[in-house]
């Protein structure tokens, strides 16, 4: 089956610890984005990769860091930087993110819910 | 004023009722939106794009209105199952320069 996974599910993470998230998609999607969703808040950007070896900083990379190595694998390491990880991290991949429509639609694995303890 | 914004609701509506949602977005110059819908502690699920000529799919209806700048949403015959958040997204002309959620609105269809 085709779809987008993320590893783990759940994550706890003493302070001033990093922790990276998994993302791995076998839809042959060239876009993949890291969000994170905070409780009564809408999905915000971290990151965005166009392509293999290409991302971009969203509105709120501050204490975050990608790589895009392969296409169908997009980590995130959430770094001891970030004041406030704990929260509910979804990654997303679209056909591309240059053109419009269904090529921008996005799809989203189950997310990993990351507590800092 | 907001990018995206959504009415949070809760929208309370019985079995069988049409509801309507609506999104306001404050960049004229966005060109892709859609719908997805989000249940209780899940990743958001893609409901349906949003072309300026409209689009239907079963129950579900929406619009894009360009010049007041919203897109709409109207569910036809409320299920049970449709109980969720609903989300809009708008996206840039290149979309991956500027993508946007909205904060949702819930719907909750009550027997």
């Known amino acids: 089956d085709g779809g987008i996974t993320q590893s783990p599910k759940y994550l706890f993470r003493k302070e001033g610890q990093n922790v990276t998230l998994s993302c791995e998609q076998n839809?042959?999607?060239?876009?993949m984005y890291w969000y994170r969703q905070d409780p009564g808040q809408g999905l915000r950007l971290i990151y965005y990769s166009q392509i293999v070896n290409d991302f971009q900083k969203g509105d709120i990379a501050e204490g975050y860091s990608v790589s895009r190595e392969k296409k169908e694998s997009f980590p995130l390491t959430v770094t001891s930087a970030q004041k406030n990880p704990t929260a509910f991290y979804l990654c997303?991949?679209?056909?591309?993110?240059?053109?419009?429509?269904?090529?921008?639609?996005?799809?989203f694995g189950p997310g990993t819910r990351l507590t800092v303890l | 004023r907001k990018e995206v914004e959504q009415d949070p609701g809760p929208f309370n509506v019985p079995e069988g009722a049409t509801v309507a949602f609506n999104c306001t977005y404050s960049?004229?110059?966005?060109?892709?939106f859609f719908w997805y819908r989000q249940d209780c502690r899940k990743e958001p699920k893609l409901l349906m794009s949003v072309y300026s000529s409209g689009n239907e799919d079963g129950r579900f209806t929406a619009q894009l209105n360009r010049a007041s700048q919203y897109i709409s949403l109207l569910i036809r015959d409320s299920k049970l199952s449709d109980s969720a958040t609903y989300l809009c997204v708008v996206m840039g002309l290149r979309g991956y320069q500027k993508v946007t959620f909205g904060t949702g609105t819930k719907l909750q269809v009550i027997p």
């Open positions: 997303a991949s679209s056909i591309n993110g240059g053109g419009t429509g269904a090529y921008n639609e996005q799809f």
């Open positions: 960049n004229s110059a966005s060109q892709s």
């Open positions: 839809l042959n999607h060239d876009a």
